[in-house]
T-cell receptor
Framework: GNSVTQMEGPVTLSEEAFLTINCTYT??????LFWYVQYPGEGLQLLLK?????DKGSNKGFEATYRKETTSFHLEKGSVQVSDSAVYFC???????????FGQGTRLTINP | GAGVSQSPRYKVAKRGQDVALRCDPI?????LFWYQQALGQGPEFLTY????????KSGLPSDRFFAERPEGSVSTLKIQRTQKEDSAVYLC??????????????FGSGTRLTVV
């Protein structure tokens, strides 16, 4: 079946550090890939997406590239801020299918 | 409304009680989804509505779970005879279209259900 695996958390970094959160997927076919973020007390929000191989999604300084050969969609940011502290979820979906399949989430804490 | 609204925000139920969780999607949104998020896990799909039609209920874990959206707007997720393993955050999301593919989701803040 279709599944998403994220790196285990929690992840704790200092402000201005470089961030990578690994995400790999297993899927039949070519899904669309997403990163969602959940800030404390808020609903899940779409952070970025990519719909086909080699696409790069970007938003708020975060980037992720759809790598078909390694079935990966790692999230990166060059310089994190305290306000980036949240739980990050990698997810996939297929056109024509309604549901999202999520990874288990990675809690990120940024210390000043 | 401006966002997806869920109520109650928190619910504590005694084992064996029935509960009803409400979701108010964004006005005019065609598609509505329910997800279950256990502690420390990612959300897992429960069911999907397109307007009032429940098109996919493959994720409902047992026949104790029932969802409805009778007028194509507000939806209710009902859990009968709650069990401890039902403790989770229940998320609702809506999208403006039927196109699927994971696009345009707006999530509510969820209802945290604790079964004691």
């Amino acid at each position: 079946g279709n599944s998403v695996t994220q790196m285990e958390g929690p992840v704790t970094l200092s402000e201005e550090a470089f961030l990578t959160i690994n995400c790999t997927y297993t899927a039949t076919g070519y899904p669309s890939l997403f990163w969602y973020v959940q800030y404390p007390g808020e609903g899940l929000q779409l952070l970025l997406k990519a719909t086909k191989a080699d696409d790069k999604g970007s938003n708020k300084g975060f980037e992720a590239t759809y790598r078909k050969e390694t079935t990966s969609f790692h999230l990166e940011k060059g310089s994190v801020q305290v306000s980036d502290s949240a739980v990050y979820f990698c997810a996939l979906s297929f056109q024509g299918a309604q549901k999202l399949v999520f990874g288990q989430g990675t809690r990120l804490t940024i210390n000043p | 409304g401006a966002g997806v609204s869920q109520s109650p925000r928190y619910k504590v139920a005694k084992r064996g009680q029935d509960v009803a969780l409400r979701c108010d999607p964004i006005s005019g949104h065609v598609s509505l989804f329910w997800y279950q998020q256990a502690l420390g896990q990612g959300p897992e799909f429960l069911t999907y509505f397109q307007n009032e039609a429940q098109l996919d209920k493959s994720g409902l874990p047992s026949d104790r779970f029932f969802a409805e959206r009778p007028e194509g707007s507000v939806s209710t997720l009902k859990i009968q005879r709650t069990q401890k393993e039902d403790s989770a955050v229940y998320l609702c999301a809506s999208t403006p279209t039927t196109g699927g593919g994971g696009y345009g989701y707006t999530f509510g803040s969820g209802t945290r259900l604790t079964v004691v």
